[in-house]
């Protein structure tokens, strides 16, 4: 039997993987009047599997009202253009990260790293510049069924964000930790800020959620919130 196009982890909330083994994913959260909003979008090859994903759903793309960026990397915004583009919908990310989607440059790498200086001069890498309808900044709740509250933890890029869906109880923990054969860091060289984005993890430790959701990786049902803080305590960036 083919594999379904997106799971349901929550009522009205869809994980997309984009790739084998779910080594990349977008969601879809689907509001009670069939309002869609998309977060991440994948790479430049996604948006069919996306369109795949939304018409197994239901969805039109004309129900896509707002796509919602975790942060500027081509692995996330390589969609973008394509899917702006097909849905109409608006475009919103963290203040620190819109520059980057409008000029399709992918933040600086952590130069401290051998892998990031060698990233940094391959040409490409980016992604189409589209054009961001909306900045939001930390805290703020966008109006997705329930609310959708933004979590900066910067590091991973400037902008990058966590998302934490009120009403199902599932955080999108970003590229702040990977779960990719167990839970993991994002590779060095993908940072602006390798350090920056361990500290910032930790906010992930404080957060309430039922389900843990990655952007790489399978999503965590069973005590996610102890495998985060487990994981954090023993990458010694947590101590309680
Ligand atoms: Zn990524």
Known sequence: MAKAPATEIRPGVYRIPTAPWDLVNSYAFVDDDGQVTLVDTGTKAAPKKISAALSWIGSAPSQVTRIVLTHAHPDHAGGLNTLANETGADVVAHEA???????????????????GRLLERLPGGGFTPTEVAEEFVDGQVLDV???????????????HVALLH??????????????????????????????????????????DYEVAAFTHGPQITDGPRDAIRDFLRRERVATD
């Not at 590229?175 to 800020?193: E, M």
């Open 166 to 207: 009120h009403r199902s109880g599932i955080l999108i923990t970003g590229d702040s930790i990977f779960n990719v054969r167990g839970l993991r860091w994002s590779p060095a060289f993908f940072c602006t800020n390798f350090q920056l984005t361990k500290k910032t993890a930790t906010r992930l430790a404080e957060l």
């Open 145 to 159: 069924g329930g609310g959708l509250e933004v979590v900066h933890t910067p590091g991973h890029s400037p902008g």
């Open 97 to 115: 990260d819109a520059p980057s989607l409008r000029s399709g440059r992918t933040p600086a790498r952590d130069l401290s790293s051998f892998g």
